[in-house]
């Protein structure tokens, strides 16, 4: 199998094997760091609850490997609200500086108290206060309401460690289909898909029309 030069297979058809999409999104991801100005690890996801209708917000990919691709959030906000009436999702990342991007949608799963845990104690001290702060996609009815929640939540956890709060957790989308879109001249673009039956399924490997 030839692979063109942006890793892309030339002649994509038939079974891939089951880390094939996953090595070809880490080095994706990994040229996408050297040459995005800001978040190479930005991406849109898109969730949709039970009234059917889509939403779609940009949130950061924090970590990613055979399993799927993992975000953090406010589960009381509209994309955590949505998903406990519909653990279904799909992505994007769109890299302008390399006219690359990559598809995803899949279900979805909750990460584990330890996985949330972990990453948050990762943050910035600020933002775990912002985290206990703010009542994300409720209506807010004035900013000095907000900056007023985080000087009471900053002044309780003063020279205390800033614990999780339950309300704030992974997702992580299994992917059953991942598309690697890469532009061409006169829109003649490459498009590489990987899709299979479920999380468990073995990947299929072909090529769209652009």
Request: net charge negative; aromatic share 10%; charged share 25%.
């Amino acid at each position: 199998m030839s692979i063109s030069h942006d890793g892309l297979p030339e002649d994509a058809s038939g079974p891939a094997g089951e880390e094939a999409p996953f090595v070809l999104f880490r080095q994706w991801l990994e040229e996408a760091a050297a040459s995005e100005l800001n978040d190479p690890n930005a991406m849109a996801i898109a969730t949709a609850g039970a009234d059917g209708l889509p939403d779609v917000r940009m949130v950061l990919l924090k970590h990613h490997d055979t399993d799927g691709f993992v975000f953090f959030t406010n589960t009381t906000s509209a994309k955590g609200r949505e998903l406990a009436e519909n653990m279904q999702a799909a992505g994007v990342l769109h890299w302008k500086s390399l006219r690359r991007q990559v598809r995803f949608r899949g279900p979805v799963e909750s990460v584990t108290p330890a996985e949330s845990d972990a990453y948050f104690a990762s943050r910035a001290r600020d933002s775990r206060i912002g985290a206990w702060a703010s009542q994300q996609s409720s209506p807010l009815p004035a900013r000095k309401v907000l900056e007023d929640a985080v000087a009471a939540e900053t002044l309780r956890f003063e020279g205390e460690a800033v614990p999780r709060p339950e309300h704030w957790a992974g997702y992580r989308v299994r992917p059953i289909s991942l598309e690697f879109w890469s532009d061409r001249p006169f829109r003649l673009h490459d498009r590489v898909v990987f899709t299979r039956m479920s999380p468990q399924g073995s990947w299929e490997q072909g090529r769209l029309y652009p």
